[in-house]
T-cell receptor, first 112, second 117 residues
């Protein structure tokens, strides 16, 4: 499985934008990039995913590098409820992609 | 609101006892999944089901059993053969599994925390 590398932790202030990086230098051409987040004692929550183009939804934006070896999850205005562990996951197309493989993720702290 | 409901939130198991964790979804999703999460660790896939009356083993199926008699329900039984059952159990669903699953998000319940008495 292609691996992802994320910083262990990041800190932000409320109302400010947050850029969460993810490196995936061994990504294959058909791997989708997914982001999930998990609050303490809760199940993971889907945030966003993409293949090649940048993606936007009501929660966040996903910026994908042109060579696809890295991506950045952008929270436009952090709130206290965004404090969570954020996971960047690669999902290969085709068989064997059923499971989500979570790494260590980035623990985001949001200061009031 | 559509979503996934797991119950109970907390469960205690005695030695030699089987326990069943409930997972119900009203999202009309074909695929359902069971994961286990240990403290500070990532998720590990126990079982998944792509369609009613069909399910497949994941990476750590030993000591667990499942059934998929209805589209909306995918209960997990933790048997006495599972010697280290203490963990956080998460159920998820997605529109489809298989070749199209990489382009589909998985939606999770709030989990069941299982402990040994």
């Amino acid at each position: 499985d292609a691996k992802t590398t994320q910083p262990n932790s990041m800190e932000s202030n409320e109302e400010e934008p947050v850029h969460l990086p993810c490196n995936h230098s061994t990504i294959s051409g058909t791997d989708y990039i997914h982001w999930y987040r998990q609050l303490p004692s809760q199940g993971p929550e889907y945030v966003i995913h993409g293949l090649t183009s940048n993606v936007n939804n009501r929660m966040a934006s996903l910026a994908i590098a042109e060579d696809r070896k890295s991506s950045t999850l952008i929270l436009h205005r952090a709130t206290l409820r965004d404090a969570a562990v954020y996971y960047c996951i690669l999902r290969p197309r085709g068989g064997g992609s059923e499971k989500l493989v979570f790494g260590k993720g980035t623990k985001l702290t949001v200061n009031p | 609101d559509g979503g996934i409901t797991q119950s109970p939130k907390y469960l205690f198991r005695k030695e030699g006892q089987n326990v069943t964790l409930s997972c119900e979804q009203n999202l009309n999703h074909d695929a359902m999944y069971w994961y286990r999460q240990d403290p500070g660790q990532g998720l590990r896939l126990i079982y998944y089901s792509q369609i009613v009356n069909d399910f497949q083993k994941g990476d750590i199926a030993e000591g667990y059993s499942v059934s998929r008699e209805k589209k909306e329900s995918f209960p997990l039984t933790v048997t006495s053969a599972q010697k280290n059952p203490t963990a956080f159990y998460l159920c998820a669903s997605s529109i489809a599994a298989g070749a199209y699953s990489s382009n589909q998000p998985q939606h999770f319940g709030d989990g069941t925390r299982l402990s040994i008495l």
